[in-house]
């Protein structure tokens, strides 16, 4: 897929990444092998989020983190869908994450990965959603954490997306 399909719209003073070339389209049977080898043609690449100028880099753990998690386990639904097809918009994702906070590692749950702290931040975006004549009516707009680890290196690299939830509020019309 080209990035370039996906493009960034200002929502309530918010900017949402429209995601419009769905590669993963089941609710009930995600192949997770299938998204974490397309996940793994990333690795190598960074992407800088504008906010803070900060470089964010894909590191060789983040495809399994991100389709293997308990985050991922728990998740259900539309919420499942959503979270696969993060991938189809990691640049633009990255790009417009917001609000950074940095937490340390809790109860040493990740060990050496995240000895020197995480870094959180918001983001979100839109999937469409089709009428039964097959024209697009709205976006579904879903918001996600994405959790970015620091590395001995001073590096910033994606970890994973966590908590993506359909927001409740008004659709997104197109």
């Known amino acids: 897929m080209d990035i370039k399909d996906n493009f960034i719209v200002e929502t309530e003073g918010r900017k949402t990444v429209q995601i419009h070339n769905i590669l993963f389209q089941s609710r009930r049977k995600t192949d997770w092998k299938i998204i ?13 989020i504008e906010e ?9 753990d983040f495809p399994d983190e ?13 919420n499942i869908k959503a979270k696969a ?4 918009a990691l640049c633009e994702l990255v790009q417009t994450a917001t609000k950074r906070a940095i937490y340390p590692d809790y109860q040493e749950k990740h ?3 995240a000895r020197y702290g ?23 707009i879903f918001s996600t954490r994405m959790l970015v680890r620091c590395d001995a290196d001073g590096k910033l690299y994606l970890y994973d997306f966590v908590r993506t939830k359909k927001e409740t509020s008004k659709p997104l019309k197109q």
């Open 36 to 48: 974490e080898e397309y996940l793994k043609g990333y690795i190598g690449k960074s992407f800088v």
């Open 85 to 88: 097809n993060i991938a189809a």
């Open 111 to 113: 060990g050496a990965k």
């Open 66 to 78: 991100f389709c293997h998690s308990v985050d991922t386990r728990a998740l259900k639904g539309a």
């Open 52 to 60: 803070t100028a900060e470089r964010i880099y894909i590191g060789t």
């Open 118 to 140: 995480w870094h959180r931040y918001d983001t979100q975006f839109g999937l469409p959603v089709y009428d039964a004549n097959g024209f697009l009516e709205r976006y579904n």
